[in-house]
């Protein structure tokens, strides 16, 4: 079960549905907390009883132990007894928590602000906005003052401040600091000898068109700083003053091409629902440029669902999320956490709508849901796209089956050995598409071909469904596509090459090319992988060099790499952890890689599980249906897996 943990405001747990866990006591919810401000890293016994008690009992130790075990058992109501707890691990003679990062809100506003620090100004306005409103009033307020807890509100509100004004000057930096008046007017008269704070209301009382007011605002933060420090200058005040009085152009800057997306969708002027299904519909439209449109549409679409959800109105709700459907061909979600919570809101929306609610509503809602919970196994998500399909075919409604098609090709992997059923749905949707002017949801459908035929080794039809893909592409003005098809062609490139490096060097350009679409989960690890199977295919122990980042793959590619540092000790023990691979496009790939591990490593058990797992890909190419990388067909994997399980 995911739990979230807030302590941003009054100590609370909640599973992902947003239902409450209990955790117990003040002085448990005290302990789980001086466990969160440790951010991870282990707290000794001996600190938590002295933290939790003024004056300890004697048997503090006990009673903390106690605490441990009952939160456990709140936090992990599935496991099973005396089974190692993933949560709250024993770290020596202490605890740790083991939580996500981005479970505990006190840790991910901590984490976005850092990341923020030196991004777009429309992403840093966007993320921060989103971040403050975590905050639910001062952080851990059903809490004491113990000598801990001061220190860590005294930080964490530090934080918030600099969250405040980073944001502010992300949003001047648009062009639009007038409605920061009030709250910065709120700000410095709470923090009035924070000099940058000063600058950032003057800066947007001028943006408001406020000249004297901006100039009388820097005339009252100088005095107070002469009253208070002696100061009778301030370098960004004066500075603020001399740009104010000669209306320097910075001051009032036009949006920068990054931000054009979201100033389309903020107006004052409109009503709630339309703002913010035009938030949704300017997001798809953006979307299919890619690259930082594409981030910029993702990141739109969440916080218009977030915000419509808010409304309390299930309706408004279903019909934002339902404004945008752009297609999907990836399994990897490009931000899972984001993806997880529009999940979550379009289940509890579709759970609140009236008896009367348009079927083709709730079929775009059950496809969002297929769409959005992709890689997985969990058979809601299967169910939801295939209900999905079942409305829309019963509708006659070719925009919302072109939905659920897409949304039931995503689920598709939920199985191995679907390819054929991949190659239908591809089908279908170009039929569709092409006899109701679909274009978007034609692309996709060349797209998925080009994958099927990857996976079957069908070089010839796969180039046919290439060229039709950027023919649309170029119509429609969407790069992504080509960023897709180049990759297939450095595919078939590292096929037919026998010079590794020239192979390489594709690659390496694919990469770049990846790194630059917005599509962080396709392009996370699939460097290093592509190299990986380029090594295998050649006799090559694993790339090593410390640049290359993993992403999500580390755990597969951890055994050989340790073989290629020469520790086969430690290959076997990151062997012996293997987890499942996930049911999404690499799904093969890893397998390949498992089945090249074991036989290193003469592992017969790693070597039967990649036996079975690889059975029902027979006369495939193992990672073909990513149309990206190649490990060579399956049956020949199959092949050594035979000779060395009968050898055993």
């Not at 820097?218 to 107070?224: F, K, Q, V």
């Not at 096929?495 to 962080?520: F, W």
Request: hydrophobic share 45%; glycine share 6%; with cysteine.
């Amino acid at each position: 079960m995911e739990i979230l943990v807030k302590v941003l405001g009054p100590i609370e747990v909640t599973d992902a549905e947003g239902r409450p866990v209990p955790v117990g006591s003040r002085r448990r919810r005290e302990l789980l907390g001086r466990l969160v401000a440790a951010g991870g890293r282990a707290v000794p016994l001996s600190v938590l009883v002295d933290d939790l008690w003024e004056d300890p009992p004697p048997a503090a130790a006990g009673t903390v132990r106690t605490f441990v075990a009952e939160l456990r058992r709140a936090l992990e109501p599935d496991r099973l007894p005396r089974t190692r707890s993933h949560t709250i691990e024993t770290v020596g003679t202490g605890y740790a928590l083991r939580l996500p990062r981005a479970d505990v809100d006190a840790h991910r506003f901590e984490d976005t602000l850092r990341a923020m620090r030196e991004g777009p100004s429309g992403q840093v306005a966007c993320a921060l906005s989103e971040a403050l409103s975590w905050w639910r009033g001062e952080p851990y307020a059903d809490l004491g003052a113990s000598p801990w807890l001061t220190a860590e509100r005294a930080r964490l509100a530090e934080l918030h401040r600099q969250a405040v004004e980073l944001r502010a000057r992300a949003v001047l930096d648009l062009g639009r600091g007038a409605p920061l008046i009030p709250e910065l007017e709120t700000f410095t008269t709470a923090h009035p000898w924070r000099e940058h704070a000063w600058v950032l209301l003057a800066h947007a009382l001028y943006q408001a068109g406020r000249q004297v007011d901006a100039l009388a605002s820097l005339r009252d933060a100088r005095a107070r700083l002469l009253d208070r420090f002696g100061l009778e200058s301030a370098d960004s005040l004066d500075h603020l003053e001399r740009d104010i009085l000669r209306h320097a152009p910075h001051l009032m800057p036009a949006p920068r091409d990054e931000d054009q997306l979201r100033l389309l969708t903020r107006t004052e002027a409109t009503g709630t629902y339309t703002r913010l299904r035009s938030m949704s519909t300017v997001a798809r439209a953006a979307a299919v440029t890619g690259g930082t449109n594409l981030v910029l549409a993702q990141e739109q679409r969440a916080a218009a669902a977030a915000e419509a959800e808010r409304t309390e109105d299930p309706g408004l709700t279903a019909r934002v999320i339902a404004a945008y459907d752009v297609p999907t061909i990836w399994t990897r979600a490009d931000d899972p956490r984001r993806s997880e919570a529009l999940v979550a809101t379009t289940r509890r929306t579709l759970h609140r709508l009236e008896p009367g609610t348009p079927p083709a509503l709730r079929a775009r809602l059950l496809a969002t849901i297929g769409l959005e919970h992709r890689g997985t196994r969990d058979r809601w998500a299967l169910e939801a796209a295939t209900e999905a399909e079942r409305l829309a075919r019963d509708l006659h409604d070719p925009s919302v089956l072109a939905l659920a098609l897409n949304a039931r090709f995503v689920q598709s992997f939920q199985h191995p050995g679907r390819t054929s059923e991949r190659d239908v749905i591809a089908g279908e949707l170009i039929d569709l598409s092409t006899r109701h002017d679909l274009p978007m949801f034609e692309i996709l459908g060349h797209l998925i071909k080009i994958q099927a035929c990857a996976a079957r080794g069908d070089t010839e039809t796969a180039q046919h469904h290439v060229v039709a893909a950027e023919r649309l592409a170029a119509i429609h003005e969407t790069p992504l596509v080509h960023v897709l098809t180049a990759a297939f062609r450095t595919t078939q490139l590292s096929e037919r090459s026998n010079d590794p490096a020239e192979v390489a060097h594709a690659y390496r350009t694919t990469a770049t090319d990846l790194a630059g679409a917005g599509m962080p989960g396709v392009e996370a690890g699939i460097f290093p992988l592509a190299l990986l199977a380029l090594r295998m295919r050649h006799q090559r122990p694993a790339p090593t060099d410390p640049a290359l980042d993993w992403g999500p793959y580390r755990p597969w590619a951890q055994p050989l790499l340790n073989l290629a540092d020469g520790d086969p000790i430690a290959a076997r023990e990151a062997a012996a952890i293997l987890p499942r691979p996930p049911a999404d496009h690499l799904y093969d790939s890893l397998w390949a890689v498992n089945a090249h591990t074991a036989i290193l490593l003469q592992d017969e058990s790693l070597a039967t599980q990649a036996h079975d797992a690889l059975s029902p890909l027979r006369g495939e190419i193992a990672g073909g249906t990513t149309a990206m990388i190649s490990f060579g067909p399956v049956d020949d994997i199959l092949a050594t897996l035979d000779q060395y399980l009968i050898r055993r």
